[in-house]
């Protein structure tokens, strides 16, 4: 339920709205009807608060009748309130450009001259408030269809849908983990100065695997957040490539969101052939930053630093400062610029209980990432070892990221099994995937929204909830380079070696092994799809994702062949019950924290 203010105060924006953006169209028909015609820039404007005023004035009139839930009304404010901000900024705009009755020549001809340079200013501001009309009349056309209506959740998932991949996501991600401080070179720096105050300049951050570049772009992104947010002639875009995200791994999804006209550019990455022929010819030598030792270490210093005096494991050395000191010099003399390689070793560290054991640690710590993940790899148990395997497979070659429920019922899977699924091996603690993995995986918290509702057949009694999941990923695209990489093959690690056709082709038959056990009438036992989810947890993914396992699997697996056919056979059992999971169960929808 949302908030009544919120409901009010929509209704109440929407007629201030209406109010303002008439007196801004009835200041441009005042001056085409003196001077003939609106300025250039100006003339799309026009049409576009045309188009809004209709929008928020059949909205509200919904809104008097009922028929627009709470839930998105609350949706729809910062929608209504954005337009506000840029028409407010458009007002100023004309003021200034346009001239009046009873304006002097000097004045006009200013003015005329003034208006010359606001262009980019007014495509800005038409540029963001299209987008909040799109919200506005997507969501209003949704409302007024005279198809079966559809509920907020859909709408929302419609809508995700169309939309270009959400790098805000990542972006939160990433800002979480910086620490305090860090960074500060880059922001302070005389090139970062010039690049932010220089239209059209383009500056290239390159550096080694596990340098910390995802981080840096983070804290440039939240830099540049701020120095845009009260300047509406300046607008911030972002883009993250993500190994977990397949949408996030194709360039015309990131294009899609861009127009590259005027643009102050910031790009990260490493230094490989593609990349570093293709920016070396169009950015300005003096505009490239190589990520080394020198310019890293300091901020690898204040993590370290921060861990020692945060981290529940390694605060126990907080008095003394001999071994505070010897942690952090043998820390920096190891890390040489690599912030995931300090990372790993930190979380190393802090499961030393007594002194002997972290001198003997500090000792024997490994030179490279690769000697680090393969003694992490062994120091995982034979008991323990098979259901790593499994659950590192999945999350290298998974469409998404996973919950550490889907990943507690990954472990109970054994593809060549007849019965994939069993039951009785799921794990209890479904948190104990990161006692299996240790430094390996990683956790984020992601905020959703569900429909929750009645029985199946019952449709009425429908809400909007907001729930949480933990997703997992591998920790860093450097633990899945090493996976598949010939150079794990070569040490104590070989056996937790992988290879994409092969690993498609695990997960694809345990997706379908999983979803054979899905019987005749399985869906009549549960209230609805959320219900069915929370007992199988594995259930949406392996209903959504078999089919594109199965096609980058490798042509030779028989069995995988077997399976499938046997699946695709079972006429109203488990085939059916595939149709009605991918049609109708509702999965969690990411918004932004």
Same mark, same amino acid.
């Given at each position: 339920?949302?908030?009544?203010?919120?409901?009010?105060?929509?209704?109440?924006?929407?007629?201030?709205?209406?109010?303002?953006?008439?007196?801004?169209?009835?200041?441009?028909?005042?001056?085409?009807? !003196?001077?003939?015609?609106?300025?250039?820039?100006?003339?799309?404007?026009? %049409?576009?608060?045309?188009?809004?005023?209709?929008?928020?004035?059949?909205?509200? &009139?919904?809104?008097?009748?009922?028929?627009?839930?709470?839930?998105?009304?609350?949706?729809?404010?910062?929608?209504?309130?954005?337009?506000?901000?840029?028409?407010?900024?458009?007002?100023?705009?004309? /003021?200034?450009?346009?001239?009046?009755?009873?304006?002097?020549?000097?004045?006009?001809?200013?003015? %005329?001259?003034?208006?010359?340079?606001?262009?980019?200013?007014?495509?800005?501001?038409?540029?963001?408030?299209?987008?909040?009309?799109?919200?506005?009349?997507?969501?209003?056309?949704?409302?007024?269809?005279?198809?079966? +209506?559809?509920?907020?959740?859909?709408?929302?998932?419609?809508?995700?849908?169309?939309?270009?991949?959400?790098?805000?996501?990542?972006?939160?991600?990433?800002?979480?983990?910086?620490?305090?401080?860090?960074?500060?070179?880059?922001?302070?720096?005389?090139?970062?100065?010039?690049?932010?105050? !220089? $239209?059209?300049?383009? =500056?290239?951050?390159?550096?080694?695997?596990?340098?910390?570049?995802?981080?840096?772009?983070?804290?440039?992104?939240?830099?540049?957040?701020?120095?845009? /947010?009260?300047?509406?002639?300046?607008?911030?875009?972002?883009?993250?490539?993500?190994?977990?995200?397949?949408?996030?791994?194709?360039?015309?999804?990131?294009?899609?969101?861009?127009?590259?006209?005027?643009?102050?550019?910031?790009?990260?990455?490493?230094?490989?052939?593609?990349?570093?022929?293709?920016?070396?010819?169009?950015?300005?030598?003096?505009?490239?930053?190589?990520?080394? !030792?020198?310019? =890293?270490?300091?901020?690898?210093?204040?993590?370290?630093?921060?861990?020692?005096?945060?981290?529940?494991?390694?605060?126990?050395?907080?008095?003394?400062?001999?071994?505070?000191?010897?942690?952090?010099?043998?820390?920096?003399?190891?890390?040489?610029?690599?912030?995931?390689?300090?990372?790993?070793?930190? &979380?190393?560290?802090?499961?030393?209980?007594?002194?002997?054991?972290?001198?003997?640690?500090?000792?024997?710590?490994? /030179?490279?990432?690769?000697?680090?993940?393969?003694?992490?790899?062994?120091?995982?148990?034979?008991?323990?070892?098979?259901? $790593?395997?499994?659950?590192?497979?999945?999350? %290298?070659?998974?469409?998404?990221?996973?919950?550490?429920?889907?990943?507690?019922?990954? =472990?109970?899977?054994?593809?060549?099994?007849?019965?994939?699924?069993?039951?009785?091996?799921?794990?209890?603690?479904?948190?104990?995937?990161?006692?299996?993995?240790?430094?390996?995986?990683?956790?984020?918290?992601?905020?959703?929204?569900?429909?929750?509702?009645?029985?199946?057949?019952?449709?009425?009694?429908?809400?909007?909830?907001?729930?949480?999941?933990?997703? =997992?990923?591998? $920790?860093?695209?450097?633990?899945?380079?090493?996976?598949?990489?010939?150079?794990?093959?070569?040490?104590? %690690?070989?056996?937790?070696?992988?290879?994409?056709? /092969?690993?498609?082709?695990?997960?694809?038959?345990?997706?379908?092994?999983?979803?054979?056990?899905?019987?005749?009438?399985?869906?009549?036992?549960?209230?609805?799809?959320?219900?069915?989810?929370?007992?199988?947890?594995?259930?949406?993914?392996?209903?959504?994702?078999?089919?594109?396992?199965?096609?980058?699997?490798?042509?030779?697996?028989?069995?995988?062949?077997?399976?499938?056919?046997?699946?695709?056979?079972?006429? &109203?059992?488990?085939?059916?019950?595939?149709?009605?999971?991918?049609?109708?169960?509702?999965?969690?929808? +990411?918004?932004?924290?």
């Amino acid at each position: 339920m949302a908030d009544p203010l919120t409901v009010v105060g929509i209704v109440a924006n929407i007629v201030q709205l209406v109010d303002f953006s008439t007196k801004v169209l009835a200041r441009l028909d005042d001056f085409q009807s !003196n001077l003939g015609e609106i300025p250039k820039a100006f003339r799309h404007i026009k %049409a576009e608060l045309l188009v809004l005023q209709e929008t928020l004035k059949q909205t509200k &009139d919904k809104i008097d009748h009922g028929a627009i839930e709470d839930s998105t009304k609350a949706a729809l404010l910062p929608a209504v309130q954005g337009c506000k901000i840029q028409i407010e900024a458009l007002d100023s705009l004309l /003021a200034e450009t346009l001239p009046v009755a009873g304006d002097s020549r000097f004045k006009k001809t200013t003015k %005329a001259l003034w208006s010359i340079t606001q262009d980019s200013k007014v495509e800005s501001i038409t540029k963001t408030l299209r987008g909040y009309i799109a919200t506005l009349t997507f969501y209003h056309a949704a409302a007024s269809s005279t198809l079966q +209506p559809m509920k907020d959740t859909k709408l929302v998932e419609i809508r995700r849908w169309l939309s270009a991949p959400d790098p805000s996501i990542n972006y939160q991600k990433a800002i979480k983990l910086r620490q305090c401080d860090t960074g500060l070179w880059l922001l302070e720096s005389e090139v970062y100065s010039k690049w932010k105050r !220089n $239209a059209s300049s383009f =500056v290239w951050l390159y550096g080694i695997p596990g340098c910390g570049k995802t981080i840096l772009s983070s804290t440039v992104t939240q830099d540049i957040l701020f120095y845009c /947010a009260n300047d509406p002639g300046k607008v911030v875009a972002y883009f993250y490539f993500d190994f977990t995200d397949t949408d996030k791994q194709k360039p015309e999804l990131m294009i899609a969101r861009w127009e590259l006209e005027k643009m102050r550019v910031l790009v990260t990455s490493r230094q490989v052939g593609d990349i570093k022929s293709s920016l070396e010819g169009i950015i300005s030598r003096e505009y490239i930053i190589c990520l080394e !030792n020198k310019v =890293v270490d300091k901020d690898i210093q204040t993590y370290v630093r921060q861990r020692l005096s945060d981290d529940k494991g390694l605060k126990k050395w907080q008095k003394d400062a001999e071994i505070r000191r010897e942690i952090e010099t043998t820390l920096m003399e190891g890390s040489r610029g690599m912030f995931r390689w300090a990372v790993c070793q930190m &979380d190393t560290l802090g499961k030393c209980r007594t002194r002997s054991a972290l001198q003997k640690a500090l000792k024997e710590l490994p /030179a490279t990432l690769d000697e680090t993940y393969e003694r992490i790899l062994c120091t995982i148990s034979d008991s323990d070892s098979e259901y $790593a395997m499994r659950i590192l497979r999945w999350l %290298a070659f998974s469409s998404r990221p996973l919950s550490v429920e889907e990943l507690a019922e990954v =472990v109970a899977i054994n593809a060549e099994r007849e019965s994939a699924f069993d039951r009785d091996e799921v794990l209890e603690d479904p948190m104990e995937v990161l006692d299996i993995c240790m430094s390996l995986v990683t956790v984020a918290m992601t905020e959703g929204y569900f429909l929750s509702d009645g029985k199946r057949r019952v449709r009425r009694t429908q809400t909007v909830t907001l729930a949480q999941t933990v997703t =997992v990923t591998l $920790a860093h695209y450097s633990v899945q380079e090493y996976l598949v990489s010939a150079r794990i093959c070569q040490g104590r %690690a070989a056996r937790y070696s992988m290879q994409p056709a /092969a690993c498609h082709g695990s997960i694809a038959k345990g997706s379908i092994g999983y979803l054979l056990q899905y019987e005749k009438g399985l869906f009549h036992r549960f209230e609805s799809a959320r219900s069915l989810q929370e007992v199988y947890a594995l259930a949406q993914y392996s209903a959504e994702h078999w089919i594109m396992h199965t096609r980058n699997g490798e042509e030779s697996d028989n069995r995988l062949s077997y399976i499938a056919t046997k699946f695709l056979s079972t006429g &109203d059992g488990a085939y059916l019950n595939w149709l009605r999971l991918k049609q109708g169960a509702r999965r969690l929808l +990411p918004v932004q924290s």
